[in-house]
């Protein structure tokens, strides 16, 4: 049961002696509580306490690190069932499926295809992350060999997939330093597969057809000392899967159940082998709830729709994507080239810049903070108004770079042009542009300073 900041302040010293950098024990302990703190910076509470503290506070879902460095994949954490009630912390990974009985073209194909994968979305590059290898000749020396060649040749993050602790073993020999996801613990193979997770120092997936099964070995896991789990359940039903997500969501969230507090990973290819179907299913599981899906293509046509409901899902709600506040160039502006003026809502932002670029039209496009409202939206909230507009491109330092002193404005807010005109001061020029920016290419054919 998670504890109060009470609860935690009567297990402290009460000597408010600040080495943890708090005041006082009562702001330690209610930042402990908040989960803003960790109990260890206390240095005067005993082990016995820390660790107390430390289990009753952990997140329901326990967040898994899978990979290395700055490219490592973080899933878990959770703490709402449905988006807007918050957010969902974690975006899943999503990863290719190879084989160690793939031919070497074949494989060199998908390598290939990972590696070719990308796709920017105002601004933000999306890209699978994972690179499930699949154990299925059981000969050791071939895993080893297929876990050599995506090692050498991708920067992928690794899921190693076996039942057979002496193949998992054979990859981790390759690839231990990228941390890789073990894949996995059953009922048979629970203490070598443990044993080889405390070895390499990496998470494994339990794998269980119910929760029953999954929730028993993780407990056993626990008990063992692995603490970093993925679970994997192995139903090839996707009505009893999406039930399952939704349970292994809520039971630890809802009743802090911990055997199943871990994030997933899932299979669509286990579903079906009709790669339509397959990557409506993964969209299903990129809603709710999975850590990981790992598909059995990566062609564009089918990936870029997931990768942009994965963005739309796993955007902060409260937090508008924005664009910094400055001026930008397109098309080698010159003196002569108009200033358009516009919110820095990134969406606002690519659509005009995209008709810009398609234009060919020399442009200084200067983009106001509007806390990432997009044109309407930061008029009606008063932060895209004559004042605000005057004082950054005053201070924009635009005017040492052009001749004339117009600038266009979004035909949505027409109304703010005499007030602008009066804000800019003497000369300055306010036109009307285009209410939608498709019709600023046609807009900048005809620009003239005036
Ligand atoms: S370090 Fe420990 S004893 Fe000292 S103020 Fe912080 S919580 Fe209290």
């Given at each position: 049961m998670a504890l109060s900041g009470l609860d935690i302040f009567k297990k402290l010293p009460k000597t408010n002696c600040k080495k943890c950098n708090f005041p006082t024990c009562l702001a330690f302990a209610m930042q402990v509580a908040a989960g803003k703190t960790e109990i260890s910076a206390c240095p005067d509470v005993s082990a016995d306490v820390v660790s107390q503290i430390a289990e009753a506070t952990a997140p329901p879902i326990r967040p898994i690190t899978i990979g290395?460095?700055?490219s490592a994949l973080k899933i878990g954490e959770e703490t709402v069932m449905f988006r807007h009630d918050k957010r969902f912390e974690h975006q899943p990974g999503i990863g290719l499926l190879v084989t160690d009985e793939m031919s070497d073209e074949t494989l060199n194909n998908h390598i290939k295809q990972f590696n070719a994968t990308g796709f920017e979305r105002v601004g933000v590059m999306m890209r699978a992350e994972v690179m499930a290898i699949k154990s299925v000749t059981g000969d050791a020396e071939r895993f080893k060999a297929v876990v050599k060649k995506v090692v050498d040749e991708t920067q992928a993050l690794l899921v190693l997939m076996s039942d057979s602790a002496d193949i998992l073993k054979a990859g981790l020999d390759i690839c231990a330093t990228r941390k890789p996801l073990i894949c996995g613990v059953t009922v048979d193979n629970l203490d070598s597969v443990a044993q080889l997770a405390k070895e390499y120092n990496c998470p494994v997936t339990v794998k269980g057809e119910t929760l029953e099964q999954m929730a028993d070995l993780t407990t056993k896991l626990n008990a063992a000392g692995v603490k970093d789990i993925v679970l994997y359940?192995?139903?090839?039903?996707v009505k009893d899967r999406f039930e399952q997500e939704t349970m292994i969501r809520r039971l630890p969230l809802k009743?802090?159940?911990?055997?199943?507090g871990f994030p997933t990973i899932v299979f669509p290819c286990d579903f079906t082998a009709d790669k339509d179907e397959e990557i409506m299913i993964a969209s299903t599981f990129v809603a709710r709830y999975s850590g990981i899906i790992i598909l059995s293509t990566l062609e564009p046509h089918y990936t870029y729709p997931l990768f942009c409901l994965r963005m739309n899902i796993y955007t902060d709600p409260q937090r508008p994507m924005t664009m910094e506040e400055k001026v930008y160039e397109f098309n080698n502006p010159g003196k002569d080239a108009p200033i358009l003026v516009t919110t820095n809502f990134s969406l606002t932002y690519f659509l005009v810049s995209g008709e810009i670029e398609s234009s060919r039209k020399p442009v200084w496009l200067a983009i106001q903070n509007t806390?990432?409202?997009?044109v309407l939206t930061a008029w009606s909230a008063g932060k895209f108004n004559a004042e605000s507009i005057a004082k950054f491109i005053k201070n924009s330092g635009i005017t040492e770079k052009v001749s004339h002193k117009n600038i266009v404005i979004p035909g949505y807010v027409a109304e703010l042009s005499g007030d602008l005109e009066e804000e800019l001061g003497p000369g300055w020029k306010v036109i009307v542009g285009p209410?939608?920016?498709?019709s600023l290419p046609g807009f900048l054919k005809q620009w003239q300073v005036n």
């Open positions: 290395a460095g700055d359940p192995t139903t090839t039903s009743k802090t159940y911990r055997p199943l806390e990432g409202l997009s209410r939608e920016a498709p």
